[in-house]
């Protein structure tokens, strides 16, 4: 079965820092591999998501991750953070293309 | 309709219960997926469906929870004799098709249950 991790439950930056965000996966077969935002008391989010062909994905809100096999990796990034980027992320597989697997979820507060 | 819209949004009920979500999705989505999110986790995978049949329900943790959707749109989760553990956010989300790769699933807000 596929599975995600991500790194660190809760992420600090300051505003206008980088935001990296981790996320590694397991799977037999080529990922389908996603970035979902949930912010307070809403639904999920979709920020990007990458399928098949370039491996640096650009999302909504200037979010960017890049596929790295070799190292099964799916690492979201932001140059600068904003106040407004403050909000749990969760990574995701797609597995057997019916359903997701969703990571643990990673909080990012973002200090002023 | 716009987005997936979920009922009710907060639920509080006692042990051994009966209790009902409702989800309404997407209009034209012909997959729906049911998640339940406990406090400070990812989302885990209840059931699926593709029109009316459930197609993957290997993530109903017991007999006590079932759902259906009777006309393949608006679907009800079900769950028997509600217990403490239940007590978490279920989500709610649909997809267009459910074709090979790249789901892309849009989401309710869900429906926080709290089960004293």
């Known amino acids: 079965a596929q599975s995600v991790t991500q790194l660190g439950s809760h992420v600090s930056v300051s505003e206008g820092a980088l935001v990296l965000l981790r996320c590694n996966y397991s799977?037999?077969?080529?990922?389908?591999l996603f970035w979902y935002v949930q912010y307070p008391n809403q639904g999920l989010q979709l920020l990007l998501k990458?399928?098949?062909?370039?491996?640096l994905v650009k999302g909504i809100n200037g979010f960017e991750a890049e596929f790295k096999k070799s190292e099964t990796s799916f690492h979201l990034t932001k140059p600068s953070a904003h106040m407004s980027d403050a909000a749990e992320y969760f990574c995701?597989?797609?597995?057997?293309?019916?359903?997701?697997?969703f990571g643990q979820g990673t909080r990012l507060t973002i200090n002023p | 309709g716009a987005g997936v819209s979920q009922t009710p949004s907060n639920k509080v009920t006692e042990k051994g219960k009966y209790v009902e979500l409702r989800c309404d999705p997407i209009?034209?989505?012909?997959?729906l997926y049911w998640y339940r999110q406990s406090l400070g986790q990812g989302p885990e995978f209840l059931i699926y469906?593709?029109?009316?049949?459930?197609?993957?329900d290997s993530g109903l943790p017991n007999d006590r929870f079932f759902a259906v959707r009777p006309e393949g749109s608006v679907s009800t989760l079900k769950i028997q004799r509600t217990e403490r553990g239940d007590s978490a956010v279920y989500l709610c989300?649909?997809?267009?098709?459910?074709?090979?790769?790249?789901?892309?699933?849009?989401f309710g807000a869900g429906s926080r249950l709290t089960v004293l």
């Open positions: 990458y399928t098949t062909g370039a491996t």
């Open positions: 995701a597989v797609s597995e057997g293309a019916q359903k997701l697997v």
């Open positions: 209009s034209g989505h012909t997959a």
């Open positions: 469906f593709q029109g009316t049949g459930a197609a993957d």
């Open positions: 799977s037999s077969v080529p990922p389908y």
């Open positions: 989300a649909s997809s267009l098709s459910a074709g090979a790769g790249a789901n892309v699933l849009t």
